[in-house]
């Protein structure tokens, strides 16, 4: 079965449109007799409610089933081409956007360099002027638009869309994001922190057999999106995650920015390894330098990836013990550097973890690597817009 949808036992017996297409949402076509016999229905009942489908564009014919004398019936199956989403990932410096169908294939991404500290105004009007661009230049009128998702990087109330108290976005503090997005467009609008969509994005796409993951981005910070029993875990306020605020044990005189000493965002983020080689003769500005001085096979930078990897492990460790994750997938700008970091998370980790925790535990990098967090934020608009909830109020309209 897709991971896109539900399990069929859940949806029978009930005789709503919405309940009906949750069958439909693993993409198997169906005739109207075959979803009358899963659901119990009346043929006349199903055969209604496929109609209003039919008419919404989230369901189309496709051919038909061999005859038992007659006519031959009509199959139907979901078609997610009949509506798009898009996907909005906005960094620190650049932004992506990304055109979607209802099954999270990408039709069309594109890239800009962007400052976040511009503030939600500016940003916000380049990514409307991005959404209309991308869906004009794919022949898609903005009626077709499911919905958009945005992720910011910083902390997020995802019920409101409004940024909480975030460190690198001066100007974004309660600001409300989907609300200044609806006003231009009025389609629904969806935020969440870019950690969480990444692991929306790589478990959907990438690792659906997975229904714990653990997605850790290491980069400038360093943060992680948590999926337990299938579910993202934002806690109470949207800041569950937070692991660059961990304290690490060896790093007392390491001030952050957070005003405490030896976070963990301090020790291994990009710019403290940068920062580290520097004070060693290496020139290094960023994480980008850092990682092409290791696939230059620098020695120092090769070892300091490779601390900063058991530095994060040391922290994992903890994460393995209190979640019990099957797997934990890096990503971010460090993971670029290749095994190095890896190596070193593996070590700490599996050395101090319970062998319960680790005996089916995998440690991987990104396998959607970039394209995770527009991944994710279409993902996020996926499942709320084809909730059967959704689904219903939409052809009861």
């Not at 496709?62 to 038992?68: K, L, R, T, W, Y």
């Not at 958009?148 to 690198?168: A, D, K, N, Q, Y």
Request: net charge negative.
């Amino acid at each position: 079965m897709s991971p896109f949808a539900p399990a069929p036992a859940a949806m029978a017996g009930s005789s709503r449109a919405g309940d009906l297409f949750q069958l439909l949402r693993d993409g198997r076509p169906r005739t109207r007799a075959e979803l009358a016999i899963i659901t119990g229905l009346a043929r006349s009942t199903v055969a209604a409610r496929v109609d209003l489908l039919l008419a919404s564009g989230l369901v189309a014919a496709v051919g038909e089933a061999a005859s038992s004398g007659g006519r031959p019936p009509s199959r139907f199956a979901f078609n997610p081409g009949g509506r798009v989403v898009l996907a909005v990932d906005i960094g620190a410096t650049h932004g992506v956007v990304a055109l979607t169908d209802l099954a999270c294939t990408i039709l069309d991404r594109r890239r800009s360099e962007l400052d976040i500290a511009a503030g939600p105004r500016v940003v916000l009007d380049w990514a409307v002027a991005q959404v209309r661009e991308v869906l004009a230049a794919n022949g898609r009128p903005v009626g077709d638009l499911a919905g958009i998702g945005i992720g910011l990087p910083g902390p997020v109330e995802h019920t409101s869309g409004r940024p909480i108290s975030p460190p690198i976005m001066p100007g974004w503090d309660g600001f409300d994001v989907a609300g200044y997005v609806r006003e231009q467009l009025e389609v629904p609008v969806f935020v969440d922190n870019d950690v969480n969509i990444s692991a929306l994005g790589e478990q959907a796409t990438e690792w659906p057999e997975h229904d714990n993951l653990l997605f850790v981005k290491a980069s400038t910070g360093i943060g992680a999106g948590i999926i337990s029993s299938g579910q993202l875990q934002r806690g109470a306020v949207g800041a569950a995650g937070d692991l660059g605020h961990v304290r690490v044990p060896h790093a007392d005189d390491v001030v952050c920015r957070c005003g405490n000493t030896g976070c963990l965002e301090a020790v291994v983020g990009g710019p403290a390894i940068a920062a580290g080689l520097r004070e060693r003769g290496v020139p290094a500005s960023t994480v980008r330098d850092v990682v092409e001085l290791v696939r230059a096979g620098n020695p120092a930078a090769i070892a300091a990836v490779r601390q900063a990897g058991r530095d994060i492990g040391t922290v994992l460790a903890t994460c393995v013990n209190l979640l019990n994750p099957s797997i934990i997938v890096i990503g971010g700008g460090l993971a670029t550097a290749g095994e190095h970091l890896l190596a070193g998370i593996r070590e700490v980790v599996y050395q101090r973890s319970l062998p319960l925790s680790t005996a089916q535990l995998r440690i991987v990098a990104s396998r959607a690597t970039d394209a995770a967090g527009v991944l994710g934020a279409a993902m996020m608009v996926i499942q709320a817009v084809l909730s059967a909830d959704a689904v219903e109020r939409q052809v009861s309209a």
